[in-house]
């Protein structure tokens, strides 16, 4: 079992950046691939970035690519995600989501994740 706590949401202007970062509990954190997703209102859930067990491989939503970057710290049980050059639909509830252990394969689907935090309001103003 994987309990994750996403904190760094907030009121940014367009253009600015913030820091959202994610603490795992547990001892296998190293093992989960894990991810960010957002959901602003009215629509449905979505990928904005994965990244494997060891930090060498990441992948990001089109929206995204160039402005976001993923990364984690095993040592830490953390997993971040800087957002720059934000926008105002970049405003959501981003989550974080642990994939089970030891999972490799396509990592947009939410199906993927077994394990969610309660997300963090992002809110870019124009």
């Known amino acids: 079992q994987v309990q994750l706590v996403e904190s760094g949401g907030g009121l940014v202007q367009a253009g600015g950046s913030l820091r959202l970062s994610c603490a795992a509990s547990g001892r296998t954190f190293s093992s989960h691939a894990m991810g960010w997703f957002r959901q602003a209102p009215g629509k449905e859930r979505e990928f904005v970035a994965g990244?494997?067990?060891?930090?060498?491989?990441?992948y990001y939503a089109v929206s995204v690519k160039g402005r976001f970057t993923i990364s984690r710290d095993n040592a830490k049980n953390t997993v971040y995600l800087q957002m720059n050059s934000l926008k105002p639909e970049d405003t959501a509830v981003y989550y974080c989501a642990a994939a089970r252990g030891g999972y490799s394969g396509s990592y947009y689907p939410q199906s993927v994740y077994a394990y969610w935090g309660q997300g963090t309001q992002v809110t870019v103003s124009s």
């Open positions: 990244i494997n067990w060891s930090g060498g491989s990441t």
